[in-house]
């Protein structure tokens, strides 16, 4: 087996009453992102690209949002089931790039947090995790504040 890369892509709205996560952090915001789990879309998105990079599907396969287990479930857990099944495969992660993609909240003082959030449960340093956050110049859902997207490669290898 050789280098295997996965893209991974998700997107939820915002919606009141919940809090913001990402990357495990949360992010002082008057809205959150509404979904069946905690709705980390920066997590989910890791997931997504590492499942890619495994050839084993996507995140709904494994966490449906029909199952009541994963109801305002932790997405770092989550992201913890998927590096089981990653090391299951003989794989370990090289490095993970992701894009966050919202108008608002800025994020870049919460970054490093979620730097160690993710390095922390995929079992890499820190510098082998990069998270970028983008806005769309007003273009778009993001653009208008209806919610936020994240897209995420990660690029994996044999284990030794």
Do not use: W
């Not at 970054?111 to 995929?122: E, Q, T």
Request: glycine share 10%; aromatic share 6%; with cysteine.
């Amino acid at each position: 087996m050789s280098l295997r890369i996965g893209q991974g892509f998700d997107v939820h709205a915002f919606s009141e009453g919940r809090k913001l996560i990402l990357g495990g952090v949360h992010i002082p915001y008057p809205r959150g992102l509404a979904g069946h789990s905690d709705a980390d879309v920066l997590t989910h998105a890791v997931c997504d690209a590492l499942l890619g990079a495994t050839g084993l599907g996507d995140i709904g396969h494994f966490f449906p949002d029909t199952d009541n287990n994963y109801k305002n479930a932790n997405s770092l857990d989550l992201l913890t089931e998927v590096m089981r099944h990653v090391d299951k495969r003989g794989l370990k992660v090289v490095n993970m790039d992701a894009t966050v993609l919202a108008q608002e909240p800025k994020l870049a003082s919460f970054m490093p947090d979620m730097k160690r959030n993710l390095a922390g449960v995929i079992g890499v340093d820190t510098s082998c995790i990069n998270i970028k956050a983008s806005t769309t110049e007003y273009l778009g859902f993001t653009g208008r504040k209806e919610g936020i997207a994240a897209m995420a490669v990660a690029l994996l290898e044999p284990k030794d």
